[in-house]
C-alpha cells in the first residue's frame, strides 16, 4: 500500500481480518458519565485479541501480503503489543513470526510472545542492536519488515475500530485516541473524518511524553525527549506516514499527567470492573482533567488495551 | 415471604426489581474455553450495581416492604457488598439504610457503604456488639433488618441471576456458583432445577472455609472453624432458610485451595481483561482444579462481584 488509506482502503481491511478478530463491545457506565457530565462510550480493544487493537493493523498486513513474501515470514523489533499481535497474526496465516526483542525485556512479555508462537532472537538492549539483528535475520529468511505503525497497512487496520465504534454509535461528537507512533489516532481520524466530517477527533498523550503536541505544533516531528511515563506504550515517536495525517485531521491534542493518568486507570477498574492498561487510560484522563468541555455530548473513547503486568498485585495477595 | 421461594415467586422477584437492576452480560472467552475444554459461560454480575449480586436480593426484599414498614427504613449488621447493596436499594425506594459496621472495618467499604448513601453507625468489632447496635438502632427507628442471606426474599433476589443467565443460554448442563452464606447458591438452584431439571448445580467452596461441605456431608449446618481465605465473602455460615435448600437441590460442593483461587482470579483478569474479586474466581477454581469433569459441556459461572481493593495496586504504580 503505497498512498495514504482511504475509507474504502479501512473498508476492505475490515473484510480482511473480520474472520480473525473480535468485534469488541462498546460499554458505557452510568457512574463515569455522571463524572463527566457526558454519555461515553468506550470501544473495548483490551477485549481484542492479544488484549489490544494492535492485532488489527497486524492482522491486516499480514493477510495483505503475497503468497511470496508471507512464504517467507515477518519479522519485527517492537517488544510490545505489537510483538504479540504480529506472532499469532502470522500464526493464524501459518507463516513463521520472527521477533527480535532485548535480552532485558520483561519475562511477562517474553512469555506472552512466545504463547503466541513467536520465534525470538534476542539482541542487546539498545536500538543499534535491535536492528542490525532485525536485519541479519531477514538477510537469513527474507522475511518482510513490519513496522508497529509507520506502514498504511497497519494504519488502515487500526482504522478498523473507530468503523465498528462509528457503525454501531451512531452519533457520537467526539472520539478520543491515544497517540504513541500514530497508528491508531490516524486509522481513528480517517474513518471518522470521512463517515462524519463533524466529529472531533481528539488525541490524548502524557505530558511526560508531548513529542505529539509538540510535533503538531513545530509543524514536524519532534522526537520525544526521554519520556517517563506509565504509558509505557505511548512513549515512541510519530512516524513520517502517521505524522501527516494526524495533523491534517485531528483537531485537537490534549496532555494529561501522570496522576491523571492513574486516577482515570482507577476509575475504570473500580466503577467499571474492566482492565485496561495505563496507555488506555490516558483519553478518559482527558476527560476527568475538564481540559475538554464535552458536557452533554456523545464520546467516544477507544479502549487501546488491557495488558497489564499484574504479578505484583497477586504476590501481595498471597502473602496475606 | 414466609415459604420457600419457587420459581414463580422468584419470577415476580425478578419483575419487581428490572426496573432497578442492571441485566448483566454472559460473556464467553475462548482461552478459558480452551483451558478447561469446556463451553463457559460467565454470568458477570460483576457488572452489577454496586459491584456484586448482592443488589438482585437486597432490591427484592427493599422493594417486597409494606409502605408501613418502608417508612421506618431498613438496617442491616453486615459490612461488605450487602451493606452498599441495602444502601443503594433503600436509596431507589427513597427510605432509610442504617448500616450497623464495626469501627475497625476498611475504610474503603466505609466510603462505599457512604456513596451509596447509608446511615452508618459503628460499632466494637465483635458479633454481640454488631447485633446489640443494630438491635438499638431497631428499638429507636422501628427500622427492618434485613439479613444478608437467611431470608426468602434475599434468595428469591438472588435466584434471578441464574432465571437471566438460562433465558440468554438455553442449553446449559451446569451452574457453579460459589457458597457463602448460600443465599446466592440456594436461589440459584431453584430456578434452574425448576426451568431446566437436568442441570447440574455446583456450589464451589474454599477448602480453608468448607463449613458448607462439611454441613451437607453431616445432615446439618457446621459453623465454619476459624476460616482463612482470600475469599472473604464466603467465611459465613449456612442459615437455617438456606441449609434445606441446598441439601436438596444442589448436586454437589467443591472445594478448592488459596492457590487455586488465586490461579483462577488471575486466569480471569489477564485473559477475559474483567475485575473478578476472590470469592467470584472460586467457581473457576473448581474447573481448572480438574476436581469436576466438564469436558465438552456448557457450563455457567455466576461471577459473584468485582469489588477488590486495589490501593496498593495503584499505590505501587505510583511509586515507579
Redesign the interface.
Known amino acids: 500500500m503505497e498512498n495514504r488509506p482511504t475509507i474504502e482502503n479501512i473498508r476492505v481491511a475490515h473484510q480482511r481480518i473480520r474472520p480473525y478478530i473480535h468485534k469488541t ?1 462498546v460499554l458505557t457506565c452510568n457512574a463515569l458519565n455522571e463524572i463527566v457530565g457526558a454519555n461515553l462510550f468506550f470501544k473495548c480493544e ?2 481484542q485479541k492479544v ?1 489490544a487493537f494492535k492485532f488489527r493493523g497486524a492482522c491486516n498486513t499480514v493477510f495483505s501480503l503475497s503468497n511470496s513474501e508471507a512464504s517467507r515470514g515477518v519479522v519485527t523489533h517492537s517488544s510490545g503489543n505489537h510483538a504479540a499481535a504480529l506472532a499469532l497474526a502470522a500464526r493464524k496465516r501459518g507463516i513463521s513470526p520472527r521477533i527480535v526483542m532485548p535480552s532485558n525485556a520483561p519475562k511477562v512479555k517474553i512469555e506472552a510472545v512466545k504463547n503466541y508462537g513467536g520465534i525470538i532472537t534476542f539482541c542487546e538492549p539498545t536500538l543499534a542492536s535491535r536492528e542490525s539483528t532485525a536485519a541479519k535475520v531477514i538477510e537469513e529468511t527474507g522475511a518482510t519488515m513490519i513496522h508497529p505503525f509507520n506502514d498504511y497497512r497497519i494504519i488502515a487496520g487500526q482504522g478498523t475500530a473507530a468503523l465498528e465504534l462509528i457503525e454501531e454509535i451512531i452519533d457520537l461528537d467526539y472520539i478520543l485516541a491515544p497517540v504513541g507512533g500514530g497508528g491508531l489516532l490516524s486509522g481513528t481520524a480517517i474513518t471518522a473524518k470521512a463517515l462524519k466530517p463533524t466529529i472531533k477527533i481528539i488525541g490524548c498523550e502524557p505530558k511526560n511524553a508531548d513529542d505529539a503536541y509538540r510535533s503538531i505544533k513545530a509543524g514536524k516531528i519532534i522526537p520525544p525527549d526521554n519520556p517517563n511515563t ?1 504509558a509505557d506504550g505511548l512513549k515512541t515517536s510519530l512516524g513520517n506516514k502517521t505524522f501527516p495525517i494526524i495533523r491534517e485531521l485531528v483537531d485537537k491534542i490534549v496532555l494529561v499527567t501522570e496522576e491523571q493518568i ?1 486516577t482515570a ?2 476509575y475504570i ?2 466503577r467499571m ?4 492498561e ?1 496507555s488506555s487510560a490516558v483519553a478518559f484522563a482527558v476527560l476527568l482533567s475538564k481540559k475538554l468541555n464535552v458536557t452533554d455530548k456523545n464520546v467516544g473513547i477507544i479502549i487501546s488495551g ?1 495488558n ?1 503486568d ?1 504479578s ?3 504476590e ?3 502473602c ?1
Chains 1, 2 share one sequence.
Open positions: 463491545p483490551n477485549f488484549g506509565i492513574i486507570m482507577r477498574f473500580e470492573k474492566i482492565i485496561v495505563p488491557g497489564v499484574f505484583k498485585f497477586f501481595g495477595i498471597r496475606k
